[in-house]
């Protein structure tokens, strides 16, 4: 029967070939006793064949006694639930969504219930196949399967969050306590497939557009899940997997075709599938899909039309940096989430001066555990070091501000009693001193250029020498490459002189700790400052493509003589980072929720590209 663009609301119900009497009868026959017409109607609605006419008949039934479908009903009101709604025409979808709100108002007993039935079209559903008398039931890898709220549309808006918005409009003081533990339950295992992962994502951030409310939340239980992705493909080991697929291809093609030339093999090697998009590591694949959504979602909230629109990023920024306080600074060791907030604080300078400028209350703030404080400093030394959006007026202005922190701890330190080279004591100066030295290695040549004698005067004036030949020792903490490559910078400007220290430190024992279990102490060759550097090289492929250009890539000093003896140093000129294989690696720890601060935002220029909209991008697969 023919019933698109059929006015429902105007016109008595359709003839349809049904069993028993209305609804409005059948619920009283029930309450007398009489439950033969109710199981009749029960049993009409779970039909699959059912057809749109019929649906929209017993809807437009129920809506007309929604009053009367109380608890003692709610076997019927479950059956309604499930009706295939979804995938039908623009009449049954306007008269499910009036049921709906209609219901949750006069019924709120049954919010709960609506709420999951629509949080459980955010992911693709499952096929059932039966082979040889065993049902096989999962659609995770069926490119065909995808969630089909995405497609089908009403009002501009995707059916499925029509209906949370019809559902949240009738019961606004009631959605948010309601739907978040139901979106956490629903959320996928992280072992799920990239596609159904996507899908769900995708959907739950449609719900943060659509709900500004919930936002905080809705991105606070992503970045959780995907944290969990990220400690767990640690990134040295995302780059083997890719590189052995590539040697693996590169060697049968060569078996294949006989091709041992060098400049033959380069070409093969950069159109194996290896070098397509696609990531070989499953986790990292996984991750890539949600990194990808993820900053399409941050890039369409921050712009309108193609141009920034400061109030709506500034309110994204504030929601980003309380879930960096709660989870991403407390988290050892994650490699890619973090990006997230460094992508955000491209689009303008002012959110970059905020948030390196959260950092440096966190690093300062006794209130604050000094694991927290450590994370702090590792951060803002490795966002100064990376961030190539970040102009040389901004680095000085954050060494202006470390550098004589450093000084007032030593002037606290030189006469007491805890003057002397501990890291479960000094933690924080120490990460401190290491984030100066990190970002100095990177940014000297900038604060340098145009006016090498103002910026050898700038350097100069840190008066680094004394932070160096202190009784703290940073040097003997600090990570050996930044070190050495700290002190070869410095030697070939005539700052400060490191190697005498270096050497003393490196006749000297290896640190002991005593074993957790009892018993005799043992040694360990692990550095003492167990840090590492957030920003460092980002190797998730796909969504790369919106950090390479932000970001700061280690080049050698050409005429720089560095100690290779004690620095491990990565020879590719392919490879970033000098810190390739010094970074110890340690599992995730999750759980500390430090304070949140509000930062002021200013207004330098805006960084960006019009984009396409969030809401109405495709998945791609």
């Known amino acids: 029967m023919e019933i698109e663009g059929r006015d429902f609301m105007n016109t008595p119900p359709l003839k349809t070939v ?33 057809k749109d006419a019929q649906i929209i008949n017993w809807l437009q039934e129920f809506r007309n006694c929604v009053t009367q479908l109380s608890k003692d009903h709610e076997q019927l009101i479950y059956v309604a639930l499930r009706l295939p709604w979804l995938g039908r025409s623009p009449a049954v979808v306007e008269e499910y969504l009036s049921f709906l709100s209609n219901l949750v108002s006069a019924q709120t007993v049954y919010l709960r219930a609506c709420l999951k039935m629509v949080v459980s079209n955010f992911k693709p559903k499952r096929v059932k196949i039966c082979e040889g008398g065993v049902d096989i039931s999962d659609s995770d890898d069926d490119d065909e ?8 549309v009403c009002d501009g808006k995707p059916r499925s969050l029509k209906c949370f918005i019809e559902i949240h409009t009738a019961v606004n003081s009631y959605t948010s306590c309601f739907l978040m533990p139901i979106l956490i339950d629903n959320f996928p295992f992280v072992q799920k497939s990239s596609r159904t992962l996507e899908c769900y994502v995708h959907n739950l951030l449609r719900v943060a557009v659509y709900i500004p409310s919930l936002r905080r939340d809705v991105l606070e239980l992503i970045i959780s899940r995907m944290l969990k992705l990220d400690v767990s493909a640690p990134r040295g080991e995302i780059e083997e997997v890719e590189e052995n697929t590539v040697q693996q291809e590169l060697k049968g093609e060569q078996e294949e075709e006989g091709l041992f030339d060098m400049d033959e093999d380069v070409c093969s090697v950069k159109s194996s599938p290896a070098g397509t998009n696609v990531m070989v590591h499953p986790v990292a694949e996984r991750l890539d899909t949600l990194m990808v959504v993820l900053l399409a979602f941050i890039k369409d909230m921050c712009h309108v039309n193609g141009c920034l629109d400061v109030e709506r990023t500034k309110d994204l920024y504030k929601d980003l940096v309380c879930v960096f306080d709660k989870l991403i600074l407390p988290t050892h060791a994650s490699c ?46 490795s966002f100064l070091a990376r961030a190539n959006f970040l102009p040389v007026a901004t680095v000085r202005a954050c060494l202006d501000l470390l550098v004589p922190w450093l000084h007032l701890y030593i002037d606290s330190q030189d006469s007491g009693s805890r003057a002397y080279c501990d890291i479960t004591l000094h933690g924080p100066f120490y990460n401190a001193c290491q984030a100066v030295f990190y970002t100095l290695i990177f940014r000297h040549r900038s604060i340098l250029e145009g006016n090498m004698k103002k910026g050898l005067a700038y350097l100069q004036s840190l008066n680094l020498e004394r932070i160096v030949m202190c009784q703290l020792n940073p040097l003997k903490v600090c990570l050996p490459a930044v070190t050495n490559m700290f002190a070869a910078i410095t030697r070939k400007y005539q700052l400060v002189f490191c190697y005498t220290i270096i050497e003393r430190n490196n006749r000297h024992v290896l640190p002991v700790v ?20 957030p920003f460092d090289p980002y190797v998730l492929k796909r969504s790369s493509k919106l950090i390479e250009p932000l970001y700061q890539v280690w080049e050698e000093p050409a005429d720089t003589e560095v100690d290779t003896v004690t620095t491990k140093r990565c020879s590719d000129a392919d490879e970033d980072d000098f810190l390739r294989g010094e970074t110890p690696e340690t599992k995730g720890v999750m759980g500390m929720t430090p304070g949140s601060y509000e930062s002021h ?13 969030f809401l109405q991008r495709p998945y791609h697969h």
């Open 336 to 381: 890619h989430v973090q990006y997230a907030l460094f992508y955000l604080c491209s689009f303008r300078l002012a959110l970059a001066e905020a948030f390196l400028e959260h950092l440096w209350r966190l690093l300062q703030s006794q209130s604050h555990p000094a694991v927290l404080r450590q994370s702090a400093a590792g951060y803002m030394g």
């Open 601 to 613: 935002l200013h207004s330098p220029s805006s960084v960006g590209s019009p984009p396409i909209s």
């Open 514 to 533: 005593r074993s957790s279990v009892g018993g005799d102490c043992v040694s360990t060759n692990t550095n003492p400052l167990d840090s590492f550097f």
């Open 145 to 152: 399967s995808r969630c089909y709220c995405f497609i089908t």
């Open 18 to 50: 049904r069993f028993g009497g209305n609804v409005v009868a059948t619920l009283a026959k029930f309450k007398q006793g009489d439950t033969s017409d109710y199981e009749l109607l029960k049993h009409q609605l779970a039909d699959p064949d059912i």
